[in-house]
């Protein structure tokens, strides 16, 4: 099968071989594969690592991302036409040898899978990364992710990196390009629309290069509640459930001790609520490791994901929902 492999980036020198390396590695026919680097303009040598593979390894192209974001240069290479299916990457992951085969084994299970994706096992680089990897991998961190809690395979919402066949785009078409976030959520949103089904298998693997520090984590997971909101109101429904708790539980911290002023024990209930957080967040934290430095670093790494998403989401039912906004300038300026 002809397979194409889409990697959108910017400044990404630290990473950009690592990922290309794997590539080069993979298990499969070289001249059935392309792999498209979809560079937005970088100025930290990423280019230039680039434009050395290029010139190694011919399957391997650098394509040029005027634009900077990440929908615009997934399409750019999605638009090269020539493959069975095409694979979605970021420049801070790398893929395992098998990663094609296990994709070309999972699509051949069922005719109506339009996308496939598989699990992720974290790189930790420093122990904040650690810390922050493990609350991701956590159903107490990010709820019924299964591509990252690896609880669960089989028909699910949404993968990351997900492979997709041709059909799937040109039922679809591409990734909606005003969206700077959540574009591939946004997009198997669609294709589950459309009809196809999306499957998870533990035999697709890939490793994460995973965010090195608490404030990139919390800009990341910020940006991710905020445009979630705008892709409810461009489709009119909310796409999965699970987006709503962080933004309740903020909701619920920054006025549920309100009743309590009409009735005055109506405070230990509001207490009592938190404290169950704190000790829900407690109990998986000690399940995820009993060094207590590295407890306190996940708990801290667990609020982080839930605040910073929850006061996305609020501000994004402000400004699209509340004020009917569109984005402004400084939330579009992104590139991964």
Request: hydrophobic share 45%; aromatic share 14%; proline share 4%.
């Amino acid at each position: 099968m002809k397979v194409h492999i889409v990697i959108p980036c910017r400044n990404e020198a630290a990473y950009i071989a690592p990922c290309l390396d794997s590539l080069v590695a993979l298990d499969h026919d070289k001249d059935l594969l392309n792999v498209y680097v979809c560079d937005g303009l970088s100025d930290d040598g990423t280019v230039e690592i680039i434009r050395g593979y290029e010139r190694q390894y011919p399957f391997i192209h650098y394509l040029e991302n005027p634009q900077r974001t990440t929908p615009f240069a997934l399409n750019l290479g999605l638009r090269v036409p020539g493959f069975d299916f095409a694979i979605i990457l970021g420049a801070h992951a790398t893929l395992h040898p098998d990663y094609i085969n296990a994709c070309i084994r999972a699509f051949a299970q069922d005719p109506q899978i339009g996308c496939v994706g598989g699990i992720i096992e974290n790189v930790h680089e420093n122990e904040v990364s650690e810390a922050i990897g493990k609350a991701m991998s956590s159903v107490f961190g990010v709820g019924n992710a299964h591509f990252r809690t690896h609880t669960a395979s089989g028909y699910v919402d949404t993968v990351a990196f997900g492979a997709y066949k041709k059909e799937v785009f040109e039922k679809c078409g591409y990734f909606d390009e005003s969206l700077i976030r959540n574009q591939d959520d946004e997009f198997n949103y669609r294709i589950l629309k459309a009809g196809f089904k999306i499957w998870l298998s533990p035999e697709i693997k890939c490793r994460y290069f995973v965010r090195a520090s608490f404030a990139k984590l919390q800009r990341q997971y910020y940006q991710y509640g905020y445009w979630k909101v705008f892709v409810n109101r461009k489709h009119k429904a909310v796409t999965t459930l699970r987006q709503l708790v962080p933004a309740l539980w903020l909701l619920f911290l920054c006025l549920g001790w309100l009743p309590a002023l009409l009735f005055c024990p109506l405070i230990y209930a509001y207490l009592a609520v938190i404290m169950l957080y704190t000790g829900a967040s407690l109990a998986a934290a000690f399940r995820l490791s009993q060094h207590m430095p590295t407890v306190l670093r996940i708990l801290r790494a667990f609020w982080t994901l839930h605040f910073a998403y929850g006061r996305g989401y609020l501000k994004g039912i402000y400004d699209f929902l509340l004020l009917d906004k569109t984005p402004d300038n400084k939330s579009s300026i992104l590139s991964r």
